[in-house]
């Protein structure tokens, strides 16, 4: 099934979840091609989850013994070079990872990961958001996406936004399933799948980042501890740090691919809440219980954590 109401691009329908065409391309590719190696830990998330955030740590906490702190390859390369979507790759049929790192990343639903994932054994770390700041941050970015001149409150206004992300037509969505489906994995698996959530993650990010650190299997000494290497990190990763990088204000993502992003586009506010400033209390009321309906069941909510 195919969508055209969705902004911007048509949506196509694949094993019950909704991508733009040059996405599902390269996640067919994905899922015939890709090949991790047993020992690397696949970040995945949804769009707007908070995914330059993780790549950012993860890669800080897996490469620490590796550089200096003025050597670190964030401070010259953006989160998403670093950390490369291994199905964006594979549409490319070109691999921008580091094979020292044992890092990829991917917006794919557990549910369509590449079977050879599961066949390696590898770790998989999920971050999901609050669905009210999914969607305005979603907004916000796809409305950046619309060409000069084009009146962004005719072409992606908030309340059409909204009604097609209630239905789940958003890409990589429906959103509760992308969530659930990693939720009853890390239930199931809870050695191979961390499942965090990034409003936790802004609430105690140091306490996150260790239990992050020791589930990859890169836990930290007490000498670290001692010299205040989780702290360092966490304010490296921090969001006016990341932001303000020489590597985050300038350059681009995926250049000359369908999927070109200007590195200033991955940091807008990274707040939690911020839906508050858009939505009406009617509209969040309705959001809270479409989601709370569809999770009912998997033992997570957004709503009683
Ligand atoms: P907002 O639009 O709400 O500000 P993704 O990386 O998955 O595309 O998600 C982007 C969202 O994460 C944006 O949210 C962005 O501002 C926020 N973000 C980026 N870096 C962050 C950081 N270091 N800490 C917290 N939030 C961050």
Redesign the pocket.
Known sequence: PRRDDWVLQPLYQYQGFWYFQDYLIGLLAAQENFKPQPSDIVIC?Y???????LK?LAYTIVTRSRFSDSENPLLIKAPHDCVPFFEIDAARNTSNRDPQVPLVATHIPYTSLPTSISESGCKLVYLCRDPK?VL??MW??LRGKLPEGIDKDTYINLNNSFEIFCEGIASNGPYWDHVSGYWKASVESPEKVLFLV?EDL?KDTVSIVRKLAEFMGYPFTPEEETRGVVQEIVEL???DS??NLKANTSGVYSPDSPYTIRNTE??????TG?WKNYFNEEMAARLDQIIEEKLNGSGFSFLSR
């Open positions: 998330t769009p707007k989850t908070g995914t330059t955030w950012a700041d305005i941050s916000h970015f990034y802004k990763c921090s969001f990341l932001k991955f940091f807008r506010k990274g707040t911020d």
